[in-house]
């Protein structure tokens, strides 16, 4: 956010702005195989079952890394539709353009970084 806001251009700015805020909230609902992860690595590794703590471990990369895959495809090949949401209809075209070219991008970013969770 600094570095853009010192482009200047306070349309990349507003741009930025709404793409992370969609991106954001996109990750947060997804995110939640730590949650639902933790305990059964945890009880695995209590039992002293090795071979039950690495099938805990590989479901967790396995389905981080299809939820994370499938929602940075969606997110990607339509990011217009998400940032309706939080872009105000009175939001000029270079900005929806600017703001649909940053979370496409950073859609790409979604699955490692749910990957980074397990």
């Not at 010192?6 to 702005?17: P, S, V």
């Not at 195989?33 to 305990?39: A, G, H, K, N, Q």
């Not at 940075?72 to 075209?93: E, F, N, W």
């Not at 950073?106 to 969770?117: G, K, Q, V, Y």
Request: aromatic share 8%; no cysteine.
């Amino acid at each position: 956010t600094f570095f853009v806001g010192r482009l200047g251009d306070e349309r990349a700015l507003a741009a930025l702005g709404a793409a992370n805020q969609v991106f954001s909230s996109v990750f947060f609902v997804v995110s939640f195989l730590p949650s639902v992860v933790t305990p059964l690595v945890a009880a695995a590794n209590a039992a002293g079952d090795r071979e039950g703590l690495r099938k805990r471990v590989s479901e967790a990369v396995w389905v981080s890394a299809v939820v994370g895959g499938v929602a940075s495809v969606l997110l990607a090949s339509d990011p217009g539709r998400a940032l309706a949401l939080v872009l105000p209809q009175t939001a000029s075209a270079a900005t929806r353009e600017l703001a649909s070219t940053y979370l496409g991008t950073r859609a790409l970013t979604l699955a490692p970084a749910l990957l980074a969770f397990v």
